[in-house]
């Protein structure tokens, strides 16, 4: 079956079958940013943004997206960049396989919550698992780059 | 795995009714995260995505959440934020991660009747109802204790809008985790209304402790006693989660505490 989509700003006709998950058929046409973890919808490394909201694309099925926008992280190169290079700072990005996941999920926190707290940031990060550094120094990366960010927009 | 041979997107429920009864072997998708998990062959996957089903809407006397609204949109609401001291919102804020429930939708979990789900604990205490397309509206609990006779497809779920206030709790190894139990409570007009779930079973309704609670006064002793009773009335099972003793003895600590968080509102 063909859906219609757009997928970081570009249209794009695909033929999918109808049992196909989104991760597949992204990783099909050429967005090799997306991870394969788990494929069961619980390590959060196949983050992607559908219409603006996070979602899982290992249990998306690809007829879903089919009138829709999606966004992977080459769509949103130099957000990711900023947000990773904060990561690296913190030492928290260290095989680096979570790291795509974990950045679509930052910037979808920095979308959804104004001045989140720890225990938001905890929340909104929760559905994405690193097995490399644990969380603390997630935790710090992020609020050093929110501060920044708010900086840079207060200036 | 799972293997669909056809998957149709209807723009409204009349033609996703037409094509659910077009073939043996069809099935109705929410939002598809949790078929994923398991093992299938289908030979019509119905989605509903299109089928203006994604709402939830606030009237005079009730509120009606579509079934293709997420538990993204439920924890996000306003208006239920604003209902019931949020319990809808609160009840599904520890499933999984948000990238999850952007997807999971109410009607795929209510019509599964999952034994696991925190919705639908929460759904029960608040004595919501189901409308099916074909067999109207049904109580929340009768729908659970029986099911649907025949294919058919939940298309809301309404809950009464009342002053009440309620309270959800659940046991987890770890946020984000399963519920190794959960269990609700909501005191409208002066009653309570007891649910428990992920026992592992199917969410129940507490009979006995809620008739016990409605007519003593509360204090601790009382309160003691009702979660004994609560306990004992309950059927626990095993999984790798927990077994039936450890659900039996948390089922008190959880009552307890969502008992008092309710009588502390009233204070």
Redesign the interface.
Same mark, same amino acid.
């Given at each position: 079956?063909k859906i219609n989509v757009k997928i970081n700003g570009i249209k794009k006709a695909l033929d999918v079958s109808?049992?196909e %998950?989104l991760v597949e058929t992204l990783r099909n046409n050429g967005y090799m940013s997306l991870r394969k973890g788990c494929d069961? +919808? =619980?390590c +959060?490394m196949c983050?992607i943004h &559908?219409d603006g909201?996070?979602? &899982?694309s290992?249990? &998306?099925?690809s007829?879903?997206a089919? +009138?829709h926008e999606i966004t992977t992280i080459e769509g949103v190169q130099e957000e990711a960049k900023d947000v990773a290079k904060y990561l690296v700072d913190e030492g928290v990005d260290q095989c680096g396989f979570c790291g795509t996941g974990t950045i679509m =999920?930052i910037l %979808?926190l920095e979308k959804c919550v104004d001045n989140p707290t720890d225990e938001d940031i905890l929340? %909104?990060l929760? +559905?994405?698992l690193c097995r490399c550094t644990g969380y603390a120094g997630q935790l710090r990366a992020i609020k050093r780059y929110l501060e920044a960010k708010n900086d840079e927009g207060s200036k | 795995m799972i293997t669909i041979k056809e998957y149709v997107m209807p723009k409204n429920i009349d033609k996703a009714y037409e094509y659910l009864i077009s073939k043996k072997n069809s099935m109705i998708f929410g939002g598809g995260a949790f078929i994923r998990m398991g093992s299938k062959n289908i030979a019509l996957g119905i989605d509903l995505s299109k089928a203006n089903l994604r709402y939830i809407n606030e009237q005079d006397n009730e509120i009606e959440i579509g079934a293709m609204a997420t538990f993204g949109d439920i924890e996000r609401s306003e208006i239920l934020k604003r209902f019931s001291g949020g319990i809808l919102s609160i009840a599904i804020k520890d499933i999984v991660g948000i990238q999850l429930r952007n997807i999971v939708t109410l009607g795929g979990t209510v019509y599964s009747r999952y034994g696991f789900s925190d919705l639908i604990t929460a759904l029960l205490a608040l004595d919501a109802k189901v409308k099916l397309y074909k067999g109207g509206v049904r109580t929340l609990e009768e729908f659970l204790e029986n099911g649907s006779k025949s294919k058919d497809i939940l298309e809301k779920v309404i809950i009464s809008k009342t002053d009440g206030f309620s309270v959800f709790k659940s046991m987890r190894n770890s946020k984000g985790d399963y519920a190794i139990l959960n269990l609700a409570i909501s005191k409208v007009d002066g009653k309570y209304r007891i649910a428990i779930g992920a026992r592992p079973q199917r969410a129940i309704i507490s009979s006995q402790a809620m008739d016990f609670l409605n007519k003593n006064q509360i204090n601790d002793k009382a309160i003691e006693k009702a979660s004994n009773i609560l306990a004992s009335e309950t059927v626990f099972g095993s999984n790798p989660r927990g077994s039936s003793k450890y659900r039996h003895e948390i089922s008190k600590v959880l009552f307890k505490r969502a008992i008092e968080e309710v009588m502390a509102n009233e204070n």
């Open positions: 079956m109808p049992d %998950y069961t +919808g =619980s +959060g983050t &559908l909201e996070a979602v &899982l290992c249990v &998306l099925i007829a879903k089919d +009138g =999920s %979808y929340h %909104y929760r +559905g994405n | -």
